[in-house]
């Protein structure tokens, strides 16, 4: 529920002239796992799981619940890249995630053609007040009171 609710907030933020944007939920039994260190007892941690979805022609966000208080943004990509349609969207997913009190956490993966390195994604969502440090993978933001 969580998930649910940070969905909501952010979809609410969403300018309505995105192309073919659409909201889904989704009960997911597996999940594919690309990353070396995403181990299978982390991969059972997300077997059925619920998947909230929110897309569109230019943007797709995914989280999960991963507690009470806490969001994991799974999957975000937007298009064209590079102008500012992710800063957008992330700063909407970070003002709900303040309304609601909820971390997020990511772990940064450069996906696809012209994604930008470990190193670069890593200082991009620091500059959003991600904390994350050379020993562990994920970022984590708490919600500014």
Same mark, same amino acid.
């Given at each position: ?26 009960? #997911?039994?597996? $999940?594919? %796992?690309? /990353?070396? =260190?995403? !181990? ?13 979805? #929110?897309?569109? $022609?230019? %943007?797709? /966000?995914? =989280?999960? !619940? ?44 450069p996906q696809g053609e012209g994604a930008m390195s470990i ?27």
């Amino acid at each position: 529920r969580v998930a649910q609710s940070l969905t909501q907030k952010v979809w609410d933020k969403l300018p309505e002239n995105l192309i073919n944007l659409n909201h889904k939920v989704t009960f #997911i039994a597996h $999940d594919f %796992i690309s /990353v070396p =260190f995403k !181990t299978r007892r982390y991969t059972k941690k997300y077997f059925k799981k619920v998947r909230h979805t #929110i897309h569109s $022609d230019q %943007i797709q /966000v995914e =989280f999960y !619940t991963k507690s009470k208080d806490t969001v994991e943004l799974w999957w975000m990509e937007t298009k064209p890249k590079g102008k500012g349609m992710g800063t957008m969207v992330l700063n909407h997913i970070l003002d709900a995630a303040d309304e609601l009190g909820l971390k997020i956490i990511l772990c940064p993966i450069p996906q696809g053609e012209g994604a930008m390195s470990i190193t670069k994604l890593r200082q991009w969502y620091s500059e959003f007040d991600f904390k994350g440090n050379k020993f562990n993978p994920y970022m984590t933001y708490s919600p500014q009171k």
